[in-house]
């Protein structure tokens, strides 16, 4: 059976959201030390369902999907690949 990884918002990660009632909203992360990335459309609705407790991945695409009003199956390799970035920046933790 293949372990299914969980991910959560790093504990040292700081934030900010931009824009919240609007299309454009953003959302600027950074750990301490490091250039802050900025994240917008689809980035920061991953964002948003990301927590300080770990989820695992299929649970996260699903409560995308759901505020997206898409299939699951339509996003998920692109929410892989946005968890995978976030991870090797630092700013999401998986177990």
């Given at each position: 059976m293949m372990k299914t990884a969980s991910y959560k918002i790093a504990r040292s990660c700081a934030y900010e959201y931009f824009d919240t009632n609007s299309t454009?909203?953003?959302?600027?992360?950074?750990?301490?030390?490091?250039?802050?990335?900025?994240?917008?459309?689809?980035?920061?609705?991953?964002?948003?369902?990301?927590?300080?407790?770990f989820q695992t991945e299929s649970d996260l695409v699903n409560q995308i999907a759901n505020r997206a009003e898409v299939p699951p199956e339509l996003i998920?390799?692109?929410?892989?690949?946005?968890?995978r970035r976030l991870t090797e920046s630092g700013l999401v933790e998986t177990i």
């Amino acid at each position: 059976m293949m372990k299914t990884a969980s991910y959560k918002i790093a504990r040292s990660c700081a934030y900010e959201y931009f824009d919240t009632n609007s299309t454009n909203a953003r959302v600027v992360c950074a750990i301490p030390g490091s250039k802050a990335i900025v994240l917008s459309g689809s980035g920061t609705l991953i964002w948003e369902v990301l927590t300080k407790d770990f989820q695992t991945e299929s649970d996260l695409v699903n409560q995308i999907a759901n505020r997206a009003e898409v299939p699951p199956e339509l996003i998920s390799e692109d929410v892989r690949a946005t968890l995978r970035r976030l991870t090797e920046s630092g700013l999401v933790e998986t177990i």
